[in-house]
Nanobody, 123 residues
Framework: QVQLVESGGGLVQAGGSLRLSCAAS????????MGWFRQAPGKEREFVAA???????YNADSVKGRFTISRNNAKKTVYLQMNSLKPEDTSVYYC?????????????????WGQGTQVTVSS
């Protein structure tokens, strides 16, 4: 069983930066692929970024060059550094964990989810 707790969301002006953190419980964090997804009101949850158990990263086209995912296995934490934020990045951001078997872009590949953290980007 894995529990995930996100933090770091907030209100920022367009062009600004935020860093989201996701702290995990459990002894096998290093075995999990970790992902960040987001969901805006009235829209489906969409993939943002993922990092495999081996450290390979994947990003949605909409955030490439602006967002960076990383992980610290010793701290059981995954991060999402978000730079050059745009109003269209406004969403609730969710952290997710799943046993590493590929398919990082799909919500169905993840077994555990955090409660979400709100990110609001003003124009």
């Amino acid at each position: 069983q894995v529990q995930l707790v996100e933090s770091g969301g907030g209100l920022v002006q367009a062009g600004g930066s935020l860093r989201l953190s996701c702290a995990a419980s459990g002894r096998t964090f290093s075995m999990y692929a970790m992902g960040w997804f987001r969901q805006a009101p009235g829209k489906e949850r969409e993939f943002v970024a993922a990092i495999s158990s081996g450290g390979r990263t994947y990003n949605a086209d909409s955030v490439k060059g602006r967002f960076t995912i990383s992980r610290n296995n010793a701290k059981k934490t995954v991060y999402l550094q978000m730079n050059s934020l745009k109003p269209e990045d406004t969403s609730v951001y969710y952290c997710a964990a799943g046993l590493d078997s590929g398919g990082y872009y799909y919500t169905s590949r993840y077994n555990y989810w955090g409660q979400g953290t709100q990110v609001t980007v003003s124009s």
